[in-house]
């Protein structure tokens, strides 16, 4: 087989965007699509940077339904494919925008998920970016090794692993890294997600997945990756997030603002 004959185009439509990290996690349901979601919308309060997303987790799309924009549609030009405008410099694009109806269901072999893949990163018409943050799917299928060769070609800065601290969660974290390694992409760290929750009664702070704290802090240790910080459990995430408005924007001076606040600087 000779070299993929869409790699040109990819690499040329992606060529304005300076910026490309992958979000990754080893397990579904770790706070991946959440957390490119917060990711977005911290990267885009600042209104001199550009920011892009893009959903790549084609069986579980979220990143409309989180952004708040999911009854737009998306318009194709001359030029491709049209993204949504979330903001005056928030975009993102997702397979959510195409399907009839808000429920069907994706039930598509791998040749077609890739071809979908491969659509989008070569017609989506971004225009300039300085950060374009894309959701994949979760674990180390088939579309991963898919987007990361694509993503590579187009020099991509590298991917962000999240998890949770769950022994279960950080068992699937070290074959997700193990995949970037193999797959040639940088791991730019980890992101521990739900990492305590302090309840809004009595202000203890209580361990949900464990009872001690630093397991993805360990894990960065032993892997020799960096961590870059933790995100705890907080109710009002998952609340803003089914509103599809920014946590941030809406709670400014909680805890796991400033939390995500720091990962985001850490990066
Ligand atoms: P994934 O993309 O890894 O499958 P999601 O981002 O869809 O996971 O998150 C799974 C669920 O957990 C969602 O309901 C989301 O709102 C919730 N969630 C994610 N992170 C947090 C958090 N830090 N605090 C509270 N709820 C969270």
């Given amino acids: 087989k000779g070299p993929d004959p869409d790699i040109p185009a990819i690499v040329e439509n992606l060529s304005n965007i300076k910026h490309k990290i992958l979000v990754l996690s080893g397990k579904g349901g770790v706070g991946k699509s959440t957390f490119t979601t917060l990711l977005s919308w911290a990267l885009s309060t600042d209104e001199d940077l550009q920011v892009g997303a893009m959903d790549l987790d084609i069986c579980g799309p979220s990143l409309p339904h989180m ?10 030009s001359s030029t ?9 410099n928030l975009a993102t694009i997702s397979i959510q925008f195409m399907l009839p109806e808000d429920d069907s269901a994706i039930i598509w072999r791998g040749s077609k998920k890739n071809q ?6 070569k017609d989506v018409d971004w225009d300039r970016l300085d950060y374009l943050v894309v959701d994949t799917p979760p674990g180390t299928s088939d579309e991963h090794i898919s987007i990361s060769k694509y993503m590579k070609e187009s020099g991509i800065d590298g991917a962000l692993v999240v998890t949770t601290p769950q022994e279960v969660a950080l068992l699937d974290v070290r074959k997700e890294i193990d995949f970037c390694r193999k797959a040639g992409i940088a791991v ?3 992101v521990e997600n739900m990492s305590g929750f302090v309840c809004p009664n009595c202000k203890g702070e209580s361990q949900i997945f464990k009872p001690t704290t630093g397991g993805g802090k ?17 109710p009002r995430i998952g609340r803003t997030s089914d509103q599809g408005e ?3 924007d809406n709670y400014p001076d909680s805890p796991a603002s400033s939390a995500i606040l ?5 990066l």
């Fill in 218 to 234: 360990a894990l960065c240790d032993e892997l020799g990756i960096r961590f870059l910080g933790s995100v705890p459990l907080d």
């Fill in 188 to 190: 730019l760290g980890l």
């Fill in 116 to 121: 979908l893949i491969k659509k989008f990163l």
């Fill in 80 to 88: 491709g494919w049209t993204p949504v405008y979330v903001a005056d």
């Fill in 246 to 248: 920014s946590f941030l």
């Fill in 262 to 266: 720091d990962v985001v600087e850490a």
């Fill in 67 to 76: 952004l708040g924009c999911s009854d737009e549609v998306v318009h194709e």
